[in-house]
């Protein structure tokens, strides 16, 4: 079955560390985004892109860092220079306007 | 800049309508979309309306769009306890080849018995 697969489910970071969040997908999609949900705050923006080897910054880049050398992967560093990084971490891709498709998500922690 | 809003939390009986509102800022949006999330998953897209339609019937969903007050909304008919969880509003238009939707805050829809 095509999909989008965010690993791990749940993720525990020490004050400090960068970790890094896996988002793979086998649908053949051109572009993935990375989306941060905090509660009553709705889905932020991270990073974006739109072909492999490219990337652009969406609405809340700083602390976060992201790469794209494969088609199929799309992860997600989250940086020391994160402050708050506790949250629900999303991963979208899509190949048009109605095949937007969500992985299941991260949950990060800070400890 | 872009900006869509809904109201953050709604409860209904079990058999009831629901009617989940929300307004958008962004004339030129091409789509408007409704997407559900269940407790700790991602978002599912439920149903879409493009921007020159009024209105959209899918099985127990209903979209209506009023494109004058850019309002959208979604009535889900005979509620379920499945039916609990949160809806978001989003919109789209086309920029560069790209489709990055703008989401709304969520709103959560409690279905009780």
């Known amino acids: 079955d095509g999909g989008i697969t965010q690993s791990p489910k749940y993720l525990f970071r020490k004050e400090g560390q960068n970790v890094t969040l896996s988002c793979e997908q086998n649908l053949n999609h051109d572009a993935m985004y990375w989306y941060r949900q905090d509660p009553g705050q709705g889905l932020r923006l991270i990073y974006y892109?739109?072909?492999?080897?490219?990337?652009q910054k969406g609405d809340i880049a700083e602390g976060y860092s992201v790469s794209r050398e494969k088609k199929e992967s799309f992860p997600l560093t989250v940086t020391s220079a994160q402050k708050n990084p506790t949250a629900f971490y999303l991963c979208?891709?899509?190949?048009?306007?109605?095949?937007?498709?969500f992985g299941s998500g991260t949950r990060l922690t800070v400890v | 800049g872009e900006d869509v809003e809904q109201s953050l939390f709604l409860s209904v009986r079990e058999g009831d309508s629901s009617v989940i509102n929300c307004t958008y800022t962004d004339s030129s949006s091409t789509y408007l979309y409704w997407y559900k999330q269940e407790p700790g998953a991602g978002l599912q897209l439920l149903t879409y309306?493009?921007?020159?339609?009024d209105m959209k019937q899918d099985q127990r969903l209903t979209v209506l769009l009023n494109k004058k007050d850019k309002h959208l909304s979604l009535r889900i008919a005979d509620t379920q306890t499945g039916d609990s969880a949160i809806y978001f509003c989003a919109e789209s238009m086309t920029s560069g080849g790209s489709y990055i939707p703008t989401f709304g805050r969520g709103t959560s829809l409690i279905v009780h018995p």
């Open positions: 892109s739109q072909i492999v080897n490219d990337f």
């Open positions: 979208a891709s899509s190949s048009g306007a109605l095949a937007y498709t």
């Open positions: 309306i493009f921007s020159n339609m």
